[in-house]
């Protein structure tokens, strides 16, 4: 178990459609509030809190279907998760926040912000999934339907997608979080499978006629990235008046777990200058 100086406070919070398992960091106002991608967890936070100089209240929640959270049969849409995290600023973090979204918890962040201007100070993004590249998502589709369990836990964290720019320590620590133990020393993940492969195809879909995003924001991704490549950054920025953009270097999809320091660096600054 990694030894963190600053340590996440486990929660929980009954929502009107689900309760949902979240992690806190106290601290001063306003907070940031850190949405993971479709089949993780909020431990993809950990590690960008450990680095931030900032001293705000950070706090993540397992989305539906994910984590320690609730897995209901229905309900995972992308619509779903947004009135999801609206009733959960509402209730955990009462008034507007500084929102951070990873992949398809990017996607949800730009609609949130869309929607809610109040609720939200500013924004960034990494490496959402917008117009996913139909290869991408049927390759997650089929992991998600023939990989959700394992032999042991050895196989499990040797077969994480996405995590070859890993650390040791961080594939210690998200493997530790992140599958849950079974029988005779198998595991599997801590994810809703059904859940999890209906919202990565809905990643396909056109969402850009929603995006009217108006607060300040910063985009970012990962020089490797296939997911999120240069010219879907360029196509945001312009869809979002004075967007900022950063390019993270040795990086691909899992900005926060691939270059956790740099990517709280980034956000660091970016809050400095518009929440204070």
């Not at 924001?217 to 967007?243: K, Y």
């Amino acid at each position: 178990m990694t030894d963190f100086r600053r340590p996440a406070q486990q929660r929980s919070v009954k929502l009107p459609r689900v309760t949902l398992h979240y992690l806190d960091w106290p601290g001063a106002a306003p907070p940031t509030l850190l949405l993971h991608p479709n089949r993780t967890n909020a431990r993809v936070w950990d590690f960008v809190v450990e680095a931030s100089a900032r001293r705000n209240r950070f706090v993540a929640p397992d989305q539906r279907g994910h984590g320690l959270s609730d897995y209901p049969a229905s309900g995972y849409e992308l619509d779903d998760y947004v009135a999801d995290t609206i009733d959960f600023i509402e209730t955990v973090c009462g008034g507007p926040v500084g929102l951070v979204g990873a992949a398809t918890g990017g996607n949800i962040a730009l609609l949130i912000a869309s929607q809610r201007p109040d609720l939200v100070r500013a924004l960034a993004v990494a490496d959402p999934g917008l117009s996913l590249d139909k290869t991408i998502s049927r390759r997650v589709q089929g992991e998600i339907t023939g990989n959700t369990r394992f032999p042991d836990f050895a196989t499990a964290r040797a077969q994480m997608s996405f995590s070859h720019l890993w650390s040791p320590a961080m594939k210690d620590h998200y493997a530790t979080h992140s599958f849950r133990p079974l029988d005779g020393g198998a595991v599997e993940w801590r994810y809703f499978p059904p859940g999890a492969r209906h919202t990565e195809a809905r990643l396909e879909e056109d969402m850009w006629h929603r995006i009217a995003v108006r607060c300040p924001t910063l985009v970012m991704r990962g020089d490797h990235s296939d997911v999120f490549p240069a010219e879907r950054m360029t196509q945001l920025q312009r869809v979002i008046p004075g967007a900022e953009t950063a390019t993270v270097s040795n990086c691909e999809h899992r900005v926060s777990q691939d270059q956790p320091e740099e990517m709280a660096r980034l956000l660091d600054a970016f809050f400095a200058r518009h929440l204070g």
